[in-house]
């Protein structure tokens, strides 16, 4: 007469039983149990990864790295996947895959617990994956150097190899309004493509005359840049919202010269006269001075279009001020103008003790043809008179 049977075992006891297995130190029993779990349930993330832990205290770490990949063929972002493999490369003596795969789990410490095993395998991630960085950076150093020993690279390839180095990420326009397709970027546009540029700087000590004496007499023109009406979401706005610490003295606006603006700035109009700038109807062109006052920083952001980009002309830039167009921090000079990419992520501060004032004019991107010109002109006004904007207080952006 043969005995009742064995009660059968579920998922939960035998993760039960493995745990305890692990806590006094029989990794062996606690693999085999995990092994049976996995039989029954084999699609659950968590099993693979305990069972990897538990091949892991048993010294199997070729089994282990097989377990935790299951777990990540499930989940590719778990982070808790992503850590184990990376702890477990580097008990493998992979320092190279180790600190790629520490990076990847870096991504997502988001979903970290916050207890002291896991800050202290967080702060060995890190500490792995900067010497990984500084590692390949050096490596991709070394094969510049070696494929162009003179050192003097180009913009274009000073930029691919930081970025291939991890040293900068890489920056895309991200319009806010409009996205015209097909047209090359650059962070800041070569002056080769600018022909007009050198005569406009030519009148930097004109504009910025007629800017200081406008400055004395009608102080009061400068408006705050950034003056959202209630209801308008201003995110990164909110200290500079209404506030003259970054105002600005409009010479053209949404495509009108400013009735001021003959009498107060005609050789600045003259200057402006020489840009190709944009004719939307209601839009553009625009001009302004900029000022921006001392202790003062211009927040990350991206501009609306990328069918026109923005000028700079500096003309009162005193120590401490700084602009960054994507990955390409540049510090103005005096009467040295550059056009750039609003709609790639920018940001400028004044950390000195004295105004920057620079003039900011639009032109058409000049990667835009006639008809490209058009049919975008086209298009914005029919979204303008849909909408019922005729003045530029109603609308959502300037162009």
Partial sequence: MTGPAPPTRNVFDLSRDARQALAMGDAGRAVSLLRQA??????????????????????????????????????????????????????????????RFYGLALLFKDAASDDAATRAALQRAEAVNADYRRRMAEAVDA????????????????????????RTRLYRPEPS??????????????RELTPWIERFETFTDLVRGEL????????????????????????????????????????????????????????TLEALALLPQPDVAGRTPSAMFSALHPRTKIPPHTGVSNARLVVHLPLIVPPGCGFRVGSEVRAWEVGKAWVFDDTIEHEAWNDGDELRVILIADIWNMFMTEEDRRVYAGVVSAIDAFHGWTRPDQRQNDL
Avoid at 88 to 96: K, N, P, S
Avoid at 146 to 166: C, E, I, T, V, Y
Avoid at 248 to 263: F, H, K, N, T
């Fill in 38 to 99: 996995l039989d029954m349930e084999p699609a659950s993330t968590g099993l693979w990864l305990n069972y990897a832990a538990a091949l892991r205290q048993s010294g199997d770490i070729p089994a282990a790295l097989v377990a935790v990949d299951q777990a990540l063929t499930l989940e590719p972002r778990a982070f808790a996947a992503l850590l184990m493999k990376g702890a477990l490369l580097e008990r493998a003596g992979d320092d190279v895959e180790a600190g």
């Fill in 143 to 166: 094969g510049v150097a070696a494929a162009d020993p003179s050192g003097a690279l180009n913009p274009n390839a000073r930029r691919f190899r930081d970025f291939a180095a991890g």
């Fill in 177 to 190: 309004t409009y996205l015209y397709p097909g047209l090359p970027s650059y962070e800041f546009y070569p």
């Fill in 212 to 267: 200081e004496a406008a400055m004395a007499t009608h102080p009061h023109l400068f408006a705050p840049y950034v003056d959202e009406p209630p209801g308008v979401p201003v995110d990164q706005w909110k200290e500079l919202n209404h506030s003259l610490r970054w105002s600005a003295l409009q010479v053209i606006r949404a495509g009108e010269r400013q009735s001021y603006a003959p009498d107060l700035f005609p050789r």
